[in-house]
Each structure stands twice: as structure tokens, then as C-alpha cells.
């Protein structure tokens, strides 16, 4: 089992979209995929179709007291744990336990046996949650906008990156993504540019093409399942096909 934890502490960089789709992408070609929402926005639950998550459903408990993680839910052929505002909450109440940050990782020890991938959701901040997430994780996937405000958070990124690697030194990024990418636009041309002379892995950028990312969101679906046909899903399978390749897992862009 490997555990990927799509990362970047600013705000709107599609890390919610390539968590679910890159998620379906790999069951529907044969993994056994656990997705984990640590969000309190909850952005990856509503749009999985999830609704009635109370507390106990999501990582609360393991996350402030170690306890095992929830049973998941089931949706489009997946496992997920879901999140809830309430999950806020556990963020203060961590900082009072020692050893806090690393509960979901060690929880994720008793799903070894029965996952061949854990997908989690990070929230965009940098705090106990985030840590909870980076720590759990054996390597980051880290969506870049390419818009100045992702170059902006490059320093950032960088910094928390060697925080986290205090705790595991051996924590590296399996994948750069970046996204929102408008090929007719000199500026993310530019930024690309940037992009590929200062990261690696990097993978090819995601094209801006928001209509059917938010016509699935509304869905409740994988574009995968709302627009198996479309240049999304190509654009889908062509970042999961990138990311199989860097971590060696096995993934079939025709699968379905």
C-alpha cells in the first residue's frame, strides 16, 4: 500500500479534483483506492455524492485521540472517509495531545492488507491537519496553479516540505502538477516555463477547462463517470498515467 497525500497550503489549486479523479482513475483500472477527505470544507465529500457524515464517520477521533479509522463510505468504486466541519475542531484539540500528528499514519497501518492506494484530500492551510496528512503520507502530490499566485507559494511549500521532513526525513514529492494551465496565455506559458526548470517530477500541465469540472462537481461524479468521452478525462488519464509511472503502479488508460 502506498499513501499519497495531495498537497499545497494555498488555496484553489485543484488538489480536491485530482484527489477524486486520479482516485477513480486507478480503481476503475484495478486498484483498491481509499480516499480520505481531511478538509473541513468537506469539498471532496459533497462532491463524491456523500451527505448524512457525522462525526464519528470521519478521522476525528483518530486524528485527536489514535483510535482506528471509521468504517468507510462506498461511492463510484471507491472507499472514502469523508469529512465534516466539525473536523475543525480537532485541529486545537491535537496541539494538547503529544504524538497527535502521527495518528493517521499509524492507523493507516491496519488498512495495509486491504488498499493498494490511500488518496488523502489535504486541507489548504498549513496546520495540524495538513501535518496530520504530510506525515501519513510515504510521498506529496503538489498541484501547482500556473499563476503567479503559484509561483508564490513555491517558498512556502518548500518551507513545510522541510518540516515535515524533521519528522520523515525520507518524505519526497512523487508529483507536481500543474494546473489550470491556458496554453493561449502568455503568463502560464511563462510560469510553465518556471515550472519545468525548478520542479521534477513534473507532470504535464492540466488545461483549464472548467465547465466540466464543475458540471461534475454539481453531479456528485468522477469526470471519469460524467464525461467519460470528454478532453477532461483525457486530461485526467494522461496525470494518473504520469503519477502510475513515478510511484510503479500498474494503470491502463483504456480501462473502464
Not at 497550503?9 to 484527489?19: I, M, V
Not at 494538547?96 to 499509524?106: I, P, S
Request: proline fraction near 7%.
Amino acid at each position: 500500500m502506498i499513501a499519497l497525500t495531495v498537497f499545497n497550503h494555498a488555496g484553489g489549486a485543484g488538489k480536491t479534483s485530482l484527489t477524486l479523479n486520479m482516485g477513480h482513475e486507478l480503481a476503475v483500472s484495478g486498484q483498491r483506492v481509499l480516499l480520505i477527505d481531511l478538509d473541513p470544507q468537506a469539498s471532496l465529500t459533497g462532491w463524491m455524492g456523500i451527505s448524512g457524515v457525522a462525526q464519528e464517520d470521519t478521522v476525528f477521533a483518530t486524528a485527536v485521540d489514535g483510535l482506528p479509522l471509521p468504517t468507510p463510505f462506498k461511492a463510484h468504486s471507491l472507499d472514502v472517509i469523508p469529512s465534516h466541519m466539525v473536523l475543525a475542531l480537532a485541529e486545537g484539540q491535537m496541539m494538547g495531545r503529544v504524538g497527535a500528528q502521527a495518528h493517521l499514519r499509524e492507523a493507516l497501518d491496519a488498512f495495509e492488507a486491504r488498499y493498494d492506494v490511500v488518496l488523502i484530500d489535504s486541507p489548504p492551510s498549513l496546520g495540524q491537519l495538513s501535518i496530520l496528512g504530510a506525515l501519513a503520507a510515504d510521498q506529496m502530490i503538489v498541484p501547482v496553479p500556473t499563476r503567479q499566485k503559484g509561483l508564490d507559494a513555491l517558498p512556502g511549500l518548500q518551507v513545510a516540505m522541510t518540516q515535515y521532513r524533521k519528522v520523515r526525513p525520507d518524505l519526497a514529492v512523487a508529483l507536481y502538477v500543474p494546473t489550470f494551465y491556458d496554453a493561449r496565455r502568455v503568463h502560464d506559458r511563462e510560469v510553465l516555463a518556471e515550472l519545468q526548470a525548478h520542479l521534477s517530477p513534473l507532470a504535464a500541465p492540466v488545461p483549464q477547462r472548467e465547465a466540466v469540472w464543475l458540471d461534475s462537481t454539481m453531479q456528485g461524479a468522477p469526470v471519469g463517470i460524467y464525461a467519460p468521452n470528454s478532453p477532461v478525462h483525457d486530461d485526467v488519464r494522461r496525470v494518473t498515467a504520469d503519477l502510475a509511472a513515478v510511484i510503479g503502479l500498474p494503470y491502463h488508460q483504456g480501462a473502464a
